[in-house]
């Protein structure tokens, strides 16, 4: 108990600057603290800048390095008051203001840190690094055009930032200019090929470009450099359900549930590709589940195409089926509506109706919603309410071919010959084809 005892008192006289330690200087102790800072030590070093700090307590430079120390430690808040002091001392350090303004963007405070980053910039005009610490604030603010300026003076400063790049290409995408984020991705790639986010962006502009094959040989690149994306394999099965590889796309959305659990998003996708295999119950039971979950549903089906299902008695005229996973969105009106195609599919016309019924309610601009539901209205017999619903849909998109299609389907088979036709003739002349395959054979 004694030998820890004096060994206690030891410790306790070194931080104190008594002993072998008192014997070095302000400038010594600074110099080690550098050293240990370089070494990664950061721990190390902010004891040896507080012995710096207390011998010389207006010394700048040493209450910037604490400062950095500190930030390593992600102690921010702490950071910010060395900065602060290092301010104080020296108003014209544009470094300090730099690290401040890292320090407090660490800390979500993007508004004071665009100050420092401005004031960093007045001072040192090329300072590459200050650009685009500035340009990422900015696009926590979601000001994208005025970051992309900053990550373009990055980039002219510092032809070779690979961040810079890959940030560019980012706010690109946000502005929707997908294809001028492609060149800036791939920039980023060629100057380090084992990047999986700049594989990402570019992949994701790609699916904004409907180049989908382009889409998943990048998804398929980032996965192979991040296993772990969740994200990845979500979008990558967006891709190949766009290419009608449901199979590959079923696979995909597999795994993004598998990595992450409780996302919407991947249960809706999966949905969506076990539908399209025939797989009704289990494609029910992965949209109830997108349905029943707090996260926004991430996507939508827009099913621009004909149903593959003679839902009409009075017609054998059966429309091919070409519905598609199309864009995102972030209604849950979206799984509603897809539950709902599924069960009309598997033939629960009940249950289908519910669901189309909510979807609705949620959205009452929904245009799908009101055409499917029209369409389960008639096969169940209600043709008054399935022409009510396609009118709806065309009151709200008046470019809905398939609803004048269907419309003048019902229409005249309830002996309404001329308004039938005419909207079959609308339907045509709309760009859907089979119209005028139904004007030949009850039209003329």
Request: positive net charge; hydrophobic residues 35%.
């Amino acid at each position: 108990m004694k030998t820890r005892f004096l060994l206690s008192v030891a410790v306790i006289l070194s931080v104190l600057g008594g002993g072998a330690a008192s014997a070095q200087s302000a400038e010594e102790f600074f110099k080690t603290g550098l050293d240990k800072s370089k070494a990664g030590d950061f721990t190390a070093a902010l004891q040896s800048f507080n012995q710096a700090i207390a011998m010389s307590p207006e010394n700048a430079p040493s209450y910037y390095n604490r400062g950095w120390a500190k930030a390593n430690l992600r102690d921010h808040r702490g950071a910010v008051l060395d900065f602060d002091r290092a301010i104080e001392l020296n108003p014209k350090d544009a470094l300090s203001y730099l690290a401040r303004g890292n320090s407090k963007s660490k800390q979500d405070d993007h508004r004071a840190a665009l100050q420092d980053y401005n004031r960093a910039i007045e001072l040192v005009p090329d300072d590459a690094q200050a650009y685009y610490n500035r340009g990422l604030s900015r696009t926590k603010l979601d000001n994208y055009k005025a970051a992309l300026q900053d990550f373009s003076k990055t980039i002219e400063l510092s032809p070779d930032n690979i961040q810079a790049y890959y940030s560019r290409g980012m706010c690109k995408s946000r502005l929707e200019d997908y294809a001028g984020s492609i060149p800036d991705f791939t920039k980023a790639i060629d100057l380090s090929p084992k990047q999986p986010k700049a594989f990402s962006g570019r992949g994701y502009a790609n699916l904004k470009l409907a180049n989908f094959k382009g889409a998943v040989a990048d998804y398929a690149k980032a996965i192979e450099l991040n296993p772990q994306d969740a994200d990845a394999y979500f979008n990558r099965g967006y891709a190949k359900s766009q290419l009608d590889d449901y199979k590959g796309a079923l696979t995909d959305f597999d795994q993004s549930v598998n990595l992450d659990p409780n996302t919407a998003q991947a249960y809706y996708g999966r949905g969506f590709a076990r539908s399209r295999l025939g797989m009704h119950r289990e494609s029910q039971q992965d949209l109830s589940r997108a349905v029943e979950l707090n996260n926004p549903v991430a996507t939508k089906a827009a099913f621009a195409g004909p149903i593959s299902k003679n839902l009409l008695d009075n017609l054998r005229n059966a429309v091919q089926d070409k519905s598609r996973m199309s864009e995102l969105a972030d209604n849950r009106a979206e799984a509603f509506y897809a539950r709902g195609l599924s069960r009309s599919r598997a033939g629960d016309a009940k249950n289908a109706m519910n669901d189309y019924n909510r979807a609705i309610e949620l959205n009452p601009t929904y245009a799908e919603a009101y055409f499917t539901r029209g369409l389960t209205r008639s096969q169940t017999g209600d043709q008054a309410g399935a022409i009510q619903d396609c009118t709806n849909a065309i009151k709200l998109n008046p470019k809905f071919a398939e609803a004048y299609y269907v419309r003048g389907i019902i229409r005249h088979s309830q002996g309404d010959d001329n308004g039938g036709c005419l909207d079959l003739s609308k339907a045509g002349e709309l760009g859907y084809n089979p119209a005028y395959n139904a004007i030949r054979d009850y039209c003329n």
